[in-house]
């Protein structure tokens, strides 16, 4: 439980995997394109449409591989749509953490070692190892709905027997804070818009996401992946795989607070 970043992040960035076997294993077949699509409008204009749901709870089972011993977490996650996503964590029965994203920053807090985390979203974007990530970003991500900036000029939209595969025509150039982050960025969508895999290549480092969408259902006219797996290569390789296990439409009561005597402790 020491890496709380790694943690935390896994509960509130998505809502569903699979064990690495299954993933695997249902991960989408290689993609052959082939010409490109003049007439993308509708295309567009799909992918980037918003969530209209009011609120949804998500129960999941979270596996992680980073190289050290994490059991199998159980995670409810909950999301008010444009507003807030909570997340309480288990394991063999006790709580281990709890956090909250909103679009201010995110908070949360680990019983293992007492410590807790409040700070804006460069916390997720150094974990992602990339610099975009706001709050509706994040929300995008774990909804499986398109999560990068997306500018119908800077990508080539092409066709093929599984869909669609969106890639940048030149380096997308993403400027926060006055710093300008340079990326490649491929994304292959099912022939009904919903996002399957996308690849991120940071050119300032070479370090690469990867996000895996499959299994979606229907659940009260939206729809969710099922299972979603995010691969980071930087140094190391680290992989997030969540099982979903329910969908609820209801509203729950979402609190957090840190225990007396937790110290604050920064994420690198």
């Known amino acids: 439980m020491k890496n709380l970043g790694i943690i935390i992040f896994s509960a509130i960035a998505l809502s569903s995997c699979h064990t690495q076997k299954n993933v695997t294993e249902s991960s ?61 964590l288990t394991a063999l029965f006790i709580n281990v953490a709890r956090g909250i994203a909103t679009p201010e920053g995110v908070k949360a807090y680990e019983s293992y070692n007492k410590t807790y985390i409040d700070s804006d979203f460069s916390y997720l974007n150094n974990l992602l190892k990339v610099d975009f990530i706001d709050y509706q970003a994040l ?26 595969t969106l890639s ?11 710093k300008t982050t340079e990326y490649t960025v491929k994304s292959d969508y099912s022939s009904d818009f919903n996002l399957a895999k996308v690849t991120l290549n940071n050119l300032s480092n070479q370090d690469q996401l990867e996000v895996y ?22 140094k190391k390789t680290d992989q997030i795989l969540i099982e979903n296990t329910k969908f609820d439409f209801s509203k729950i009561a979402t609190p957090y607070s840190v225990p007396n005597n937790y110290k604050k402790t920064a994420i690198k």
């Open 213 to 234: 969408y499959n299994n979606w259902e229907n659940f009260e006219g939206n729809s969710f992946p099922k299972n979603v797996k995010i691969i980071i290569k930087a």
């Open 28 to 88: 989408p077949t290689p993609i052959s394109a082939t010409e490109p699509v003049k007439s993308n409008s509708a295309f567009f204009s799909k992918i980037t449409e918003k969530s209209t749901f009011e609120q949804v709870k998500i129960n999941s089972k979270i596996n992680i591989e980073n190289g050290s011993f994490i059991p199998t977490l159980n995670a409810t996650i909950y999301i008010e749509n444009g507003q807030k996503t909570w997340m309480n």
């Open 139 to 164: 929300q995008n991500l774990i909804l499986g709905k398109t999560f990068i900036p997306i500018n119908d000029r800077d990508f080539e939209l092409t066709q093929n027997a599984q869909g669609y």
């Open 168 to 178: 940048s025509k030149n380096n997308i150039k993403i400027n926060v804070d006055s």
